[in-house]
């Protein structure tokens, strides 16, 4: 997948959010994907740490190998939408960061 191809469906996702909240204005979106970004956040920490047998064994009895890969998704496409709904140029603060971080190894 581009990375374009990715923004054009946060662009998408971003209007289907709004229309699924009645009433919403970009500070309630704003503080909303805040919010499931912790949520995504703790299930992504859930299943790094079944992957690794870490949780209880009835936990692990009932966890799905596949939802790893889920979760990852999960976080990035929640942070992808709070930086949209920002106004955050995504692509740019990216570049700046890994020049930043190469920078570091020079
Ligand atoms: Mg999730």
């Known amino acids: 997948m581009e990375f374009q191809e990715l923004l054009k469906f946060i662009e998408i996702e971003s209007e289907r959010l709004r229309k699924c909240y009645s009433n919403i204005d970009n500070d309630k979106l704003i ?7 912790t949520e995504e956040l703790g299930e992504l920490c859930s299943e790094v740490l079944a992957h690794k047998s870490l949780q209880r064994k009835q936990k692990l009895e009932n966890h799905d190998q596949e939802n ?3 979760e990852f998704a999960d976080v990035l496409i929640v942070t992808l939408i709070l930086a949209k709904a920002m106004n955050i140029d995504i692509e740019k603060a990216l570049e700046n960061k890994i020049d930043k971080i190469n ?3 020079e």
């Open 68 to 70: 790893i890969q889920e």
């Open 103 to 105: 920078k570091r190894y």
């Open 31 to 37: 503080l909303a994907q805040t919010v499931k970004l």
